[in-house]
């Protein structure tokens, strides 16, 4: 059976994605990625749980499964209290289960399901908002006084329009009614996330009188 090494290595060659460009995507040093490929899991420091945490999000930017390949890696490494060795070392040094062990595990787990949440929150939640916005459309001609904004937000919590901030309902969308004058209007939607980014959007239509 197959090494994490060899699945990522296999998997990395068939997509043909370049080391450096992924260590940048995964915010990690690239010898660390190149550790993981060449099973050498004593190059990465601070134990089972940071290795665990680049290997999972490693996974998913390969396409992986992250549980399955976590289960690779405790299958062929066991995680003792200062360091990782292979079962056949483990076997020299008389080793054997532990109430310990399991807790080792059990923190695993958890792990493994906190690396997915953040790396799939960062997914979502990546990069500036995107205004989707339904009505008015650009240079719509509005009969009345009174014209109503609606659209979605995507990656943002915030939005607000010409300087007035609107709610958002529970899948993001938002409506509002505003006062137009006789002529050309101008709206200003304005969008922010958690990590500071904005993103604006403006759109022109014609109000005349009834």
């Known amino acids: 059976m197959k090494t994490v090494g060899?699945?990522?290595?296999?998997?990395?060659?068939?997509l043909s994605r370049d080391l450096e460009d992924l260590a940048k995507r995964l915010k990690v040093r690239k010898d660390y990625l190149l550790a993981l490929?060449?099973?050498?899991?004593q190059a990465i420091p601070g134990g089972a749980p940071i290795?665990?945490?680049?290997?999972?999000?490693?996974?998913?930017?390969?396409?992986?499964?992250?549980?399955?390949?976590?289960?690779i890696f405790r299958r062929d490494y066991i995680a003792g209290p200062k360091s990782?060795?292979?079962?056949?070392?483990?076997?020299?040094?008389?080793f054997g289960w532990t109430p310990?062990?399991?807790?080792?595990?059990?923190?695993?787990?958890l792990a493994i399901l906190v690396g997915v949440f953040y790396y799939s929150r960062s997914f979502?939640?990546?990069?500036?908002?995107?205004i989707?916005?339904?009505?008015?459309?650009?240079?719509e001609l509005i009969t009345g006084s009174r014209v109503v904004v609606r659209g979605r937000i995507k990656r943002g919590d915030v939005v607000s329009i010409n300087g007035e901030?609107?709610?958002?309902?529970?899948?993001?969308?938002?409506?509002?009614?505003?006062?137009?004058?006789?002529?050309?209007?101008?709206?200003?939607?304005?969008?922010?996330n958690p990590q500071g980014e904005e993103a604006r959007l403006t759109r022109r239509f014609v109000c005349q009188e009834k």
């Open 165 to 192: 901030k609107v709610l958002l309902s529970a899948d993001n969308s938002f409506e509002a009614e505003f006062d137009c004058h006789s002529g050309e209007n101008l709206i200003l939607v304005e969008a922010s």
């Open 124 to 130: 979502f939640l990546g990069g500036p908002p995107i």
């Open 84 to 94: 990782i060795l292979p079962p056949a070392e483990l076997a020299k040094k008389g």
């Open 37 to 41: 490929e060449e099973d050498k899991y």
């Open 132 to 139: 989707d916005l339904n009505s008015p459309d650009e240079g």
């Open 51 to 71: 290795i665990t945490g680049i290997l999972v999000n490693y996974s998913l930017a390969l396409g992986l499964d992250p549980v399955k390949m976590s289960a």
């Open 100 to 109: 310990a062990y399991t807790a080792v595990l059990a923190f695993l787990v």
């Open 6 to 14: 060899e699945i990522l290595r296999q998997k990395r060659g068939e």
